[in-house]
């Protein structure tokens, strides 16, 4: 299912007030920087799709600006598969698919492949690391991967701003730099981030537990 999906500079209202000397582009970065952490401890932003497989190479089940997390469960044409590491599949078995794994961060595979069919995944999401600028003619400034849910900012935002706050004020030798608030904040982020995954846990005691964790 798509969400929306907001700038990361919507976290700068939470953030620049306590940091007032930090430039927008530093605030942005670590707020996407929180906010990946923030989706690895909470699995808050879940993913579910069909798509149809058609070869052996990667099939995209993810936004492009998103890498999967963790695979929660996955059928193709109707039958349970197995989450397995990239590395532990073999080139040359044969038969009916058994596993889905990851080959890109947003891109799954079925093994072994023996014809097209219908794959229905639900995997767990983060945004990405990394940069890449150009992307917008009115704002060549603007990193394409400065993006989170919308659902991040309206329910989450003093999540990943307290998170964001605790490694911005730790940076060395800025105007800004503040150990002992930078401490205060990450203590307030580690709590957080427990009543995050507290919460989406309990909200999830139903759900299968076949996963696996793939970071890219």
Request: glycine content about 4%; proline content about 9%; aromatic content about 10%.
């Amino acid at each position: 299912m798509p969400v929306d999906m907001a700038r990361t500079k919507a976290f700068l209202p939470l953030i620049l007030p306590f940091c007032p000397e930090c430039p927008d582009f530093l605030a942005e970065q670590h707020a996407r920087f929180a906010a990946i952490e923030f989706c690895e401890r909470s699995r808050a932003w879940r993913h579910l799709t069909t798509v149809e497989i058609t070869g052996a190479a990667g099939t995209p089940v993810a936004p492009d600006v998103a890498a999967i997390h963790e695979i929660e469960f996955a059928k193709f044409n109707g039958k349970p598969l197995t989450p397995v590491q990239f590395s532990t599949i073999e080139a040359a078995s044969v038969g009916l698919p058994r596993y889905v794994t990851q080959v890109s961060p947003n891109e799954l595979t079925v093994s072994p492949f023996e014809e097209p069919g219908t794959l229905e995944v639900s995997v767990f999401l983060k945004p990405l690391t990394g940069s890449e600028f150009s992307t917008d003619l009115n704002d060549p400034l603007f990193d394409r991967f400065n993006v989170v849910p919308q659902f991040m900012v309206d329910i989450h935002g003093g999540t990943i701003a307290a998170g964001a706050l605790a490694k911005l004020l730790s940076i060395p030798r800025e105007p800004w730099t503040d150990e002992r608030k930078a401490a205060r904040y990450a203590i307030e982020f580690r709590e957080r981030l427990d009543n995050a995954f507290r919460w989406n846990m309990r909200g999830q005691q139903r759900a299968p537990i076949r996963t696996v964790f793939r970071d890219f």
